[in-house]
């Protein structure tokens, strides 16, 4: 099965590049700028113009982490990849735009490989919010936490990368190494090269996982057509 994971900078390309073996073929890692347009837009065109199908796509690099969940260094690995600024503001508060009827704002991984790389890993699994704005303050921190009660992390990517990934039909998963907590911006309290190898060691251990689910889903396709 080959797998693209996607990553918004270099420094994150790099840190998930340096657990593979030189010459692995069957994983592509690429980064493909800031924020949830840039990485849509990057994402879909490494899949469409792919010569062999990608069966997985994952999201992955640093992100803000939600209190005593989610501290520097730890790991997430997001249940639910959930658009956390698509909507609209109104006199009631935020309005998502699935309640004025359009789009989405939620894509889900499979449940079974969430669990599978959260057990290899040692993250902790939680929805991993997409911003276009990085969260600076505790009011947002706390406005945020509020809507969304199972929030784990906050990056910029993730929910761009998935609509890419469900428009080719194709599984996404997201994995986030926490840098900061979420809210205040406390530059100094930032572990940014501790998160960084915390993904490293994070995609080390996940080439068995990823083994396994191909050969899950290679067998479902061979009771598929069996039938």
Request: hydrophobic content about 50%.
């Amino acid at each position: 099965m080959r797998v693209l994971v996607v990553t918004a900078v270099p420094a994150e390309r790099d840190a998930v590049t340096r657990a593979f073996a030189p010459g692995a073929g069957d994983v592509d890692v690429i980064a493909c700028g800031v924020g949830p347009a840039a990485s849509a837009a990057g994402t879909a065109t490494a899949l469409a113009s792919a010569t062999r199908p990608y069966g997985l796509v994952v999201s992955a690099g640093i992100g803000g982490g939600f209190g005593q969940l989610a501290p520097p260094a730890s790991l997430v690995v997001a249940d639910a990849v959930v658009a956390a600024d698509l909507g609209a503001e109104t006199p009631d508060g935020y309005v998502p735009v699935t309640a004025l009827g359009f789009g989405t704002v939620e894509h889900l991984p499979p449940a079974p490989l969430v669990r599978a790389a959260a057990d290899a890993t040692g993250a902790v699994t939680g929805t991993v919010l997409t911003v276009s704005t990085v969260t600076g303050s505790a009011a947002r921190a706390a406005e945020l936490r509020a809507r969304h009660p199972y929030a784990a992390a906050e990056a910029m990517e993730g929910f761009g990368v998935a609509e890419a990934a469900a428009l080719h039909g194709v599984p996404v998963l997201e994995i986030r190494a926490v840098s900061n907590a979420v809210g205040p911006r406390d530059r100094a309290a930032w572990r940014i090269e501790e998160a960084l190898e915390a993904l490293t060691g994070a995609f080390g251990k996940l080439a068995p996982v990823l083994e396994a689910w191909e050969d899950r889903n290679e067998d479902r396709d061979e009771e598929h057509d069996d039938v």
